[in-house]
């Protein structure tokens, strides 16, 4: 759960403690998707990465980025929680700044194509989905 208030009262959190609980969710999928490539490489080997021009490093940079400064957006933008418009828009933004982190990872910051804006947009509809899905299951737990 994503609690917005502290025991349930209506005083919002401190800024340094929204910075924090977004953080720590940043590393969570810092972690799991660092986890999700390390098991790529080791099933498909090496080539898995070079074959595609890039390397392992530069995914695990990528997630490390994303998810904290993904995090740090996700406090900093922890009141517009409470409603579902703006799950939805912190999901976008946040999904974005993930899918743009992998397609630097893979293509660095030139060379871009109108086909490849479609990794961060393509994040961008699932962060906003994601958003909008978890504001209304928190939402039918506990009133906001």
Excluded at 35 to 59: C, K, N, Q
Excluded at 109 to 124: H, I, K, R
Aim: hydrophobic share 50%; glycine share 12%.
């Amino acid at each position: 759960m994503m609690p917005y208030m502290r025991d349930d009262s209506r005083t919002p959190q401190p800024l340094l403690s929204r910075l924090m609980w977004g953080l720590r969710w940043g590393l969570i999928y810092c972690v799991i998707l660092s986890a999700f490539a390390i098991i790529l490489r080791v099933v498909d080997g090496p080539t898995s990465f070079v074959e595609h021009g890039t390397s392992l490093g530069a995914f695990l940079e990528a997630y490390v980025a994303a998810g904290v400064a993904g995090g740090l957006l996700l406090g900093l933008t922890q009141p517009w929680l409470r409603s579902g418009t703006g799950s939805a828009v912190v999901g976008a933004v946040v999904g974005s700044l993930v899918g743009f982190a992998l397609l630097v990872s893979n293509n660095g910051l030139t060379d871009w194509s109108g086909f490849d804006l479609l990794l961060p947009a393509t994040f961008a509809l699932s962060g906003c989905t994601a958003g909008v899905l978890l504001h209304r299951k928190i939402s039918k737990k506990t009133k906001l």
